[in-house]
């Protein structure tokens, strides 16, 4: 099985941005769903974005607007483009891969269970 690696995670203020990223070590990247979820001490862990095979993408509420998923199939990446940055954006995230993939009106499936989980790289938002 591949292995996911994110980073790009760190410390900002209010309003500013971070690009996430997660490099999936693969032979057969393209054949993934893949999701980005974060978790914050004493919170479930929630779905932030997710995006199929074919890069059509699901965003939560929470962050639409602000928040972009990407995937690259060329470098075997992931992005999460996250602007905007609030205080109660601060979670460690986390990417997630399956070959499963699960899709509600054409769009993948959110909050989901994946096959393969990274590590996590840590956001803080603080004024």
């Known amino acids: 099985q591949g292995r996911l690696v994110e980073s790009g995670g760190g410390s900002v203020h209010p309003g500013e941005s971070l690009r996430l990223s997660c490099a999936f070590r693969?032979?057969?990247?393209?054949?993934?769903?893949m999701a980005w979820f974060r978790q914050s001490p004493g919170l479930e862990r929630e779905g932030v974005a997710a995006?199929?095979?074919?890069?059509?993408?699901s965003i939560a509420s929470v962050v639409a607007g602000r928040f972009t998923i990407s995937r690259d199939n060329t470098t075997n990446t992931l992005y999460l483009q996250m602007n905007a940055l609030k205080l109660e954006d601060s979670a460690m995230y986390f990417c997630?891969?399956?070959?499963?993939?699960?899709?509600?009106?054409?769009?993948?499936?959110?909050?989901?269970?994946?096959?393969?989980w990274g590590q996590g790289t840590q956001v803080s938002v603080s004024t």
């Open positions: 995006i199929g095979r074919n890069g059509a993408v």
């Open positions: 693969t032979y057969a990247f393209d054949s993934y769903c």
């Open positions: 997630a891969a399956d070959t499963k993939c699960d899709y509600v009106d054409s769009r993948p499936r959110l909050q989901r269970e994946y096959a393969l």
